[in-house]
């Protein structure tokens, strides 16, 4: 964003876990297939911790699931160490919606893309497309697949 003169406004207006992290996510999914096959199990064991931290996230918050009932999801269903189960809880206690923020942006990123990907077809330039999303700084998703779907797709 530097590099193309994105201004500070616009590098920290939308900062938000979503964008950030989402697009963290983002790219470890893209990296995936290239990654070692141990690398691999590891990526796609923290993938199942952002998705269990949405979803815990929300039921926490909603009372309908207790503190202790995800502590007992995140170590029996997902795989994760009792300290690491212990601070996941404490966080989605002490954080509200930073449990769903990661894993809704990845999505919101995947989707984006393939939406960009349906409308070009055979012209999609996966370097333009990463090129352009990254030059509209961290704006709030939502004016991102705006500019994407209209600036971009319709180049």
């Known amino acids: 964003m530097i590099a193309h003169g994105v201004s500070t406004t616009r590098r920290s207006l939308g900062v938000k876990l979503a964008n950030g992290e989402g697009w963290a996510v983002y790219a470890e999914y ?17 993938q199942l911790l952002r998705e269990a ?37 404490e966080r989605l206690v002490l ?36 090129d352009f999303v990254v030059a509209q700084g961290r704006i709030p998703i939502r004016f991102l697949r705006q500019a994407v779907l209209e600036r971009f797709a319709r180049s």
């Not at 297939?33 to 690398?39: D, I, L, T």
């Not at 949405?54 to 300290?83: E, I, M």
Request: net charge positive; proline share 4%; glycine share 6%.
């Open 30 to 46: 893209l990296l995936r297939p290239f990654m070692p096959r141990r690398a691999r199990l590891i990526s796609l064991q923290y």
């Open 53 to 89: 931290r949405a979803f815990l996230d929300v039921d926490v918050h909603l009372r309908a699931l207790s503190a202790v009932a995800a502590l007992d999801v995140l170590k029996n269903d997902v795989g994760v160490p009792d300290g690491m189960a212990k601070e996941e809880v």
């Open 95 to 130: 954080r509200p919606g930073s449990g769903a923020s990661y894993f809704f942006g990845f999505t919101e990123f995947v989707k984006l893309r393939q939406d960009a990907q349906r409308m070009l077809g055979r012209r999609f330039d996966q370097l333009a497309y990463h």
